[in-house]
């Protein structure tokens, strides 16, 4: 999917829907809504960088549950939030490998002059919009710790 945007999310659901793909028609309807209820939060049409984030949000959700899930001994749940959860990765950009994190890492801190770990909010802050939706913000957050305690 190139572009992302409510109607080719729709557009996809309609396919789900003749193609009688009951998980993924959930999955998508649940996306749609969770779109709507950001246009209204925000009072505007979402750019699909904004969808991306909602997508994001909606991964990060699915991860959780997973997790509770697991703790919890319920298999069959942990099965289908896994299914729902490699449904919505596909709408994702693709990962940025820790390598490609680290570079932009050391370009920001080379940018910015941050030399201590005080220096923290100001790399991060720089980083973060550059890699949502395709770089987990904890270890992002851990990598500009390491580098900038290292000194």
């Given at each position: 999917m190139d572009t992302l945007t409510r109607d080719s999310i729709q557009k996809e659901l309609n396919r789900s829907l003749?193609?009688?793909?009951?998980?993924?028609?959930?999955?998508?309807?649940?996306?749609?809504?969770?779109?709507?209820?950001?246009?209204?939060?925000?009072?505007?049409?979402?750019?699909?960088?904004?969808?991306?984030g909602v997508?994001?949000?909606?991964?990060k959700?699915?991860?959780?549950?997973?997790?509770?899930y697991r703790q919890g001994g319920r298999h069959d749940l942990v099965e289908k939030e896994e299914k729902e959860l490699a449904i919505l990765q596909?709408?994702?950009p693709?990962?940025?490998?820790?390598?490609?994190l680290k570079?932009?890492?050391?370009?920001?801190i080379?940018?910015?002059?941050?030399s201590s770990i005080k220096d923290i909010?100001?790399?991060?802050g720089q980083l973060m919009p550059l890699i949502k939706g395709r770089a987990d913000g904890k270890l992002a957050n851990q990598l500009v710790r390491q580098r900038l305690s290292s000194e």
């Open positions: 003749k193609d009688n793909n009951q998980v993924k028609v959930s999955v998508l309807r649940l996306l749609i809504s969770a779109i709507r209820n950001k246009e209204i939060e925000l009072k505007r049409t979402l750019s699909a960088a904004d969808i991306i997508v994001a949000a909606q991964v959700l699915r991860r959780e549950s997973v997790e509770g596909q709408y994702m693709p990962a940025m490998s820790e390598e490609e570079q932009q890492i050391e370009t920001i080379s940018k910015t002059g941050a909010g100001t790399v991060m």
